[in-house]
């Protein structure tokens, strides 16, 4: 019998970057990075498990901007392009590496890897978000949705409709691209108010995560901590609070386990190292030196970088692993004593760190979850569903306001460098619910104008543009989308309450800002 | 009844951080006029952009026409507050108030206001800021978790009369650590609370509660420390201040021509030709002695040529 459940959770979210009227966008390698080295190891990961039997459970958050993004045609062929041009240069470099078999080795796994890549995205036909629906319908992940556009919530709670809006926008795309109702929801930032489950629930949203103190701090006093969820007070909404101890262990820039010396130095890519002229044409084209995704060293702990070596990786991302469990079953087994009832460990992740920022993060996985199913039976991998069925009655509390960003609550999102974009976003909020309630019904091209309004607003309110500005680095990108979706938003509802919509220039934006066909401006109430 | 009388904060200078109206330059925005006009005469026939054409605004608008102020919590003990105001409303006291208007002072007068409906008088106490003219944004250290917030942007006359000139809404900002609340069904004692509350902040059992928290935020253990949002920005990590260096590197390159349809091997390894016939290969080169035999083996197997580069390399 197990003594508690763990709960893995992945947030897999990417902002919608997709510029047809470019040849070339640097930011959408964000978008092939993400699948390159983290979609892609973790869909491979699955099919394993799936293959060898083993009864796996994890949570998963697609963002529905992510999901229109790995369904976009545009970006499908795009990331073709991308993944054959990293093939051709990874056969250059098994050539250039040959007097180096310290590195030549090395080329010959990124070769294999790209072309590995190449094979399972067509496999799936190009659209990845149907890998993982494949192993949600198997039973094992549970994929939950997020905001439209992974707006940051409590910073709309003077505009509600806008929250209603990304959380029912968000909730009939899921309907649509993965052929079911979600069960549950991951809060952009896990940025939570207590009312907001009111909107959850008008949604038809069982539960949702928080940060450990949106728990801790509520009232009243929680009696498990964050060892099992809570009901949110008038709503039955369920909350499910993270817990810390496991996330860092992995997230801890100190302690964490990314930062072991034989893991593979992310900041060694040889797009910054090697000689300019060979590698110009793998780089952006306006000759900027970016991240190639091939990199030889491992991080060593100084500056004199070691050649990585994958298996030494490999045996530490497996020694981490049963750490990971070690440290879990402690824990279980000391909470349920404590408790007198099995705890809940709630850990949740970026999904970008696994892959992406920590190479060997997706082996670490695969070792864990291997481990948990075969090797022991404390702790048994549970979803959020699967933990209620089992353990519906749970206290009632309001959580606190939280978030997982920076010092714990909307500092990230709200500072001298990003506040000014706040009384744009609610202004624009206000005249959408004006549009909305001014056109009951419609049709035609005002309909067109309406929702295309919705989407431009939607869009703007993407909480990574003022995380972006917040960081202080690179943040022309993220003050240009938050302004354009702005400008494009004003220009739409002036033309509207003109009478004046103008056919061209609303295809054109149409065109650039394609996501979410099937949206209903009537949702901003 | 909240007396009706200045209460000046004083907080350190470095605590009230005033932050200016933030504007970015004005840049070259892809969606200017013309822009758009050329891409409307791209894509679609001239005819149809016959309608004289809405200008596409380049810059957001410094204000929207309305009288509000806004609030937002950022933290247990900050809240942000936005206003603007029409210069009608600033033009109508003007007109009223006459010479008061010039001694009276901008101010944000923020009440408590919790546990009550407030209506204007009932305030459990309240404090003013004074606010510079041109303010239009402010961060107010309300030093009250876990309380309810309204605010009026006025003017605080002379004579200590105070004018509302916008009410804000009214937020409530979190605890900032546990509720003293306990709920009779989940009852849980005061010190195997405190053990829970420690091991989900992740900090063992001993923890004293509310030290955990601060130890967190000592730690930073928060998202988007470790990871951007979304993927990395293509930067390298800049090496840090004063750290000099060097780093060099040698390549060889090994180029030929032979006849187009021949086959060419390096090192025994056979190579693609170009549809000249030429061929450019490139290795890293590292210390020591490369013998490097290059064969060319015509396409009737008739005639073969071989030249053997040998290269030595050291560094010193």
């Known amino acids: 019998m197990n003594k508690g459940y763990l709960c893995l959770v992945l947030h897999c979210h990417l902002p919608y970057v997709r510029h047809p009227e470019h040849e070339n966008f640097l930011e959408e390698d964000w978008l092939y990075e993400g699948i390159t080295e983290t979609y892609i190891p973790l869909i491979l990961l699955f099919e394993r498990l799936l293959n060898d039997g083993v009864d796996f459970r994890l949570t998963m958050s697609l963002s529905p901007t992510l999901i229109s993004m790995l369904g976009d045609r545009l970006l499908q062929d795009r990331y073709i392009k991308h993944i054959n041009r990293l093939i051709e240069l990874a056969h250059r470099e098994v050539e250039r590496t040959r007097w ?112 450990a103190h949106g728990v801790l701090h509520g009232s009243p006093r929680p009696k498990y901590g964050v060892f099992a969820p809570v009901y949110c007070k008038g709503t039955g909404v369920a909350c499910f609070g993270r817990d810390l101890e496991s996330s860092k262990q992995v997230w801890s820039s100190i302690e964490g386990y990314p930062g072991d010396y034989n893991y593979r130095e992310f900041y060694r890519d040889i797009g910054f190292d090697l000689d300019y002229e060979y590698i110009r044409p793998y780089i952006h084209p306006d000759g900027v030196r970016i991240n190639t995704g091939i990199k030889y060293y491992r991080i060593t702990g100084s500056e004199n970088k070691q050649p990585y070596n994958p298996c030494a990786a490999q045996e530490k991302a497996a020694e981490q692993a049963g750490n990971f469990m070690f440290n879990r079953q402690k824990q279980v087994e000391y909470l349920c004593d404590f408790m007198g009832k099995k705890p809940l460990i709630v850990s949740p992740y970026d999904a970008e760190l696994f892959g992406h920022w920590w190479y060997e993060g997706v082996m670490w996985l695969e070792f864990l979850l291997r481990k948990v199913v075969f090797d022991q039976d404390q702790i048994r991998l549970v979803t959020p569903s699967e933990y209620l069925a089992e353990n519906p009655r749970n206290q009632v509390i309001t959580p606190s306001l939280s978030s997982w960003g920076w010092k714990g609550y909307s500092e990230m999102w709200l500072q001298g460098a990003n506040d000014w974009i706040y009384r744009h976003l609610h202004a624009a909020s206000e005249r959408m619910t004006e549009l909305a309630k001014s056109y009951p019904e419609t049709g035609g091209l005002v309909k067109r104008a309406l929702n295309q309004a919705l989407r431009e607003l939607l869009l703007a309110q993407s909480s990574d543009w003022a995380f972006i500005m917040g960081t202080g680095t690179h943040t022309s990108y993220a003050v240009k989308r938050t302004k354009d979706h702005l400008l494009r938003f004003a220009r739409l509802y002036e033309d509207i309450k003109a009478g004046a919509i103008d056919e061209g220039w609303l295809s054109d934006i149409e065109y650039k800002d394609n996501l979410f066909p099937e949206i209903d401006y009537r949702v901003h109430q | 009844m909240a007396k009706v009388k200045t209460q000046t904060i004083k907080r350190k200078a470095t605590r009230q951080r005033k932050s200016v109206v933030t504007r970015e330059p004005a840049k070259k925005e892809i969606f200017g006029a013309q822009q758009v006009a050329v891409e409307q005469a791209k894509f679609y026939p001239p005819q149809q952009a016959s309608r004289p054409a809405r200008v596409m605004p380049q810059e957001l608008p410094f204000g929207y026409g309305q009288d509000k102020i806004i609030l937002q919590v950022r933290d247990p003990w900050w809240i942000h507050a936005y206003w603007e105001v029409r210069s009608q409303i600033f033009d109508a006291l003007r007109e009223q108030l006459k010479d008061d208007f010039y001694k009276a002072r901008r101010v944000l007068r923020v009440y408590d206001v919790s546990y009550i409906i407030f209506n204007g008088k009932n305030a459990n106490r309240f404090f003013d800021i004074h606010i510079h003219e041109h303010s239009n944004n402010w961060y107010i250290d309300t030093g009250g978790p876990g309380r309810s917030w309204c605010v009026d942007f006025g003017l605080l006359l002379a004579d200590g009369r105070f004018i509302t000139i916008v009410r804000s809404n009214t937020v409530a900002t979190p605890l900032a650590g546990p509720s003293w609340i306990t709920d009779e069904e989940w009852m849980i004692p005061d010190d195997a609370f405190a053990r829970l509350y420690g091991m989900g902040f992740g900090f063992g059992r001993s923890s004293p509660v509310g030290k955990a928290w601060q130890e967190r935020l000592k730690k930073a253990l928060f998202s988007g420390v470790f990871a951007s949002p979304g993927m990395a920005s293509p930067v390298k990590k800049i090496p840090g201040a004063r750290k000099f260096w060097l780093a060099v590197n040698t390549e060889l390159i090994v180029y030929g021509a032979t006849e187009p349809d021949a086959k060419v091997t390096v090192q025994g390894n056979p190579i693609n030709l170009r549809p000249d016939g030429t061929f450019t290969l490139r290795f890293a080169l590292p210390d020591g002695k490369q013998v490097i035999p290059v064969k060319a083996v015509s396409c009737d197997n008739q005639e073969e040529r071989a030249i053997t580069p040998v290269v030595n390399k050291e560094t010193k």
């Not at chain 1, 790209?114 to 659209?127: D, G, I, Q, V």
């Open chain 1, 100 to 211: 180096q078999p310290e590195f030549q080795h090395l080329a010959n796994m990124y070769l294999g890897r790209f072309y590995e890549c190449r094979n399972t995205f067509e496999r799936y036909h190009r659209n990845l978000a149907d890998a993982f629906k494949s192993f949600q319908d198997a039973g094992k992940l549970e994929i939950i949705t997020c905001g439209a556009t992974h707006g940051y919530l409590p910073l709309m709670e003077v505009v509600r409709p806008s929250i209603r809006a990304q959380i029912k926008v968000a909730v009939s795309h899921y309907e649509k691209a993965l052929g079911a109702k979600p069960r549950g929801i991951w809060l952009p930032e896990c940025g939570f108010v207590p009312g907001f489950d009111e909107l959850l629930k008008e949604a038809g949203l069982k539960y949702f995560f928080s940060d």
